[in-house]
Every structure is written in structure tokens, then in C-alpha cells.
């Protein structure tokens, strides 16, 4: 089912997936690396599983994505990591932000699961065992207050390069005609 999404609510879609990309310890800039995308959306059921696992394979990124259960929503309700492994790509709903103090990185949890989710190397996604040690309620409610707080910062400008890709739709309909340059470096 597409959720019919007005500007205001596409600013507060973008700003919330945009503090999670920062709190996470992802630049906000484009790099010349990009492998995960930042995105958000609809609640995660089966149908919206499937489109997320599509468009991860076609775009060759893993994402992180901002599950919403309306548009009138204050937060997401969950977010979900799509995360493309050697032959499938993995759907994991509802995982929380926890957050391991009030500067380092957050984490992506999957407690169902028994695992998490971090900005490694290069700006890969990596995907690793076990669960932080440490309070896990209060990382959680010190991970929420600093997404909202980055979210309530962000300008009130949709940045361009956004695209609104119906179900079904191939990705690269819906690219901004204008590309960034990438910067080569000779050594």
C-alpha cells in the first residue's frame, strides 16, 4: 500500500533518516564509496520487504530504513536495516538505536536476533554477533533523544537528489539528472 506523503512530511521523513546517517557516524556528504543508502517509508510488512530487498539489489546498497506507521507520526516506529549478504538480501525489522554514550556512534540492534549493526570500515555497513553489554534501556532512550534532537536541528530545506520510487518502480527512474563529481586523487 503506498502512503500518499505530503512535502512537510518528506522534510520530516528526510531529517529523521538524515540524524540517524549522522548519529550512526555517517558523513552527510556524498562519498565516493557509497554503499548504504539512508531512506524511509511505510510500516515493514511483507510486501514492503520484498520491494526494500529489490531495490537493494538493483542499487547495489545496503539501507537503513525509517519505518513510519503514518504520516502524522512524531518518529519512526521502527527501522529496519536491509542488508545485502553474498546470495540474498536480508530484510531485519524492527531493530532499536542504542546508543553506547552521549558521543560515540550509535549501534543498530537486532536483540531478536541477538545482534547489531555498525558503521565499519570505509563506510561499509557491518553486520556483527552478539549485543552490547551495557544498559540497554538507557542506551535506547539516549539514542532516541539524540536522533530527535539531530532531526529538530536539520533545516527546513528538502535537499535535492530525494526521489519518491513507487512500488515497483526502477531507481534509476527516479534520479536526479544532476550527478555529483567525484574528486580523483593521483598519488
Known sequence: MEMHVPIHHNLKFQNYALAIRKELGF???PMANESV????????????????????EEMSRDFIYCAWRSVTAKTPASVAVVFREEHLV????????????????LVLLNERGGEHFVRGARNALERRAGLPAKNLS????????????????????LLP?????PNGARWADHRPQTQNETIVRLC
Not at 539512508?38 to 514492503?48: C, I, K, N, S, Y
Not at 537528489?161 to 520510487?165: F, I, K, R
Open 27 to 29: 558523513p552527510l556528504t
Open 37 to 56: 543508502k539512508f531512506t524511509a517509508g511505510g510500516e515493514v510488512d511483507v510486501m514492503r520487504r520484498i520491494e526494500l530487498a529489490r531495490l537493494a
Open 90 to 105: 536480508d530484510v531485519v525489522g524492527n531493530c532499536t538505536l542504542w546508543a553506547p554514550d552521549e558521543d560515540a556512534p
Open 138 to 157: 538507557k542506551g535506547k532512550r539516549l539514542a532516541l533523544r539524540r536522533v530527535r534532537s539531530a532531526a529538530a536541528a536539520r533545516g527546513d530545506d
Open 161 to 165: 537528489g530525494n526521489a519518491h520510487v
